[in-house]
């Protein structure tokens, strides 16, 4: 089982480079987010969408950008990519109707920014 | 708004010791509580939840009461195993909140 794929693992960007971090899951699952894993910080919410057309802001948005347009996606894209966005990415599902808080997470991207 | 405090680790144990982290939350009505571990190089994963008051949760050896009068969430397992090393997350959930509010993490080290 596939489960949450996300691509690339490891990336390394310079200042103001723009990227997409890839994130698919085969479970169909209506709800799919997009979290960041800092030391000390643990994780916070970046964006978040409760089906295909909807996303919304988590607690630190800025400086990302997300769509939905299947079930099975949802890019993160950085626009203009800063050394504060050096962090490790994870993606996490889970299926539609009342939000239980029980994630399936992908395997996460590092991503240094230079 | 929502938090979550959790132990500060690292924490190192031997095998076999007798394992607590601590976990309190702040939220508004009922939330529902969770812990996640992520094992080295990969994405976290339940390990358990409860979701009312005086539920226990429970998974792998692993318990943890959600005791509201003390707004308290703490991992416990009887006796460890090197494979328990991990960083363990305590998470919630808010009423009506579609989203997950998590702890900064306590990394567990088991040494044979």
């Known amino acids: 089982n596939a489960g949450v794929t996300q691509t690339p693992k490891f990336q390394v960007l310079k200042t103001g480079q723009s990227m997409t971090l890839q994130c698919a899951q085969d479970?169909?699952?209506?709800?799919m987010s997009w979290y960041r894993q800092d030391p000390g910080m643990g994780l916070r919410l970046i964006h978040y969408s409760v089906g295909a057309g909807i996303t919304d802001q988590g607690e630190v948005p800025n400086g990302y950008n997300v769509s939905r347009s299947t079930t099975e996606d949802f890019p993160l894209r950085l626009l203009s990519a800063a050394p504060s966005q050096t962090s490790v990415y994870f993606c996490?599902?889970?299926?539609?109707?009342?939000?239980?808080?029980?994630?399936?997470f992908g395997e996460g991207s590092r991503l240094t920014v230079l | 708004g929502n938090s979550v405090t959790q132990m500060e680790g690292p924490v190192t144990l031997s095998e076999e010791a007798f394992l607590t982290i601590n976990c309190t939350y702040t939220a508004t009505g009922y939330p529902s509580l969770f812990w996640y571990v992520q094992y080295p190089g990969e994405g976290l994963q339940l390990l358990l939840k409860?979701?009312?008051?005086?539920d226990k949760g429970s998974n792998k050896g692993f318990e943890a009461t959600y005791r509201k009068e003390t707004t308290s969430f703490h991992l416990e397992k009887g006796s460890v195993q090197v494979s328990d090393s991990a960083v363990y997350f305590c998470?919630?959930?808010?009423?009506?909140?579609?989203?997950?509010?998590f702890g900064t993490g306590t990394r567990l080290t088991i040494i044979p």
């Open positions: 479970m169909n699952h209506e709800y």
């Open positions: 998470a919630l959930s808010g009423f009506g909140n579609e989203k997950l509010t």
């Open positions: 996490a599902s889970t299926m539609g109707g009342s939000f239980t808080g029980e994630l399936f």
């Open positions: 409860a979701t009312k008051a005086d």
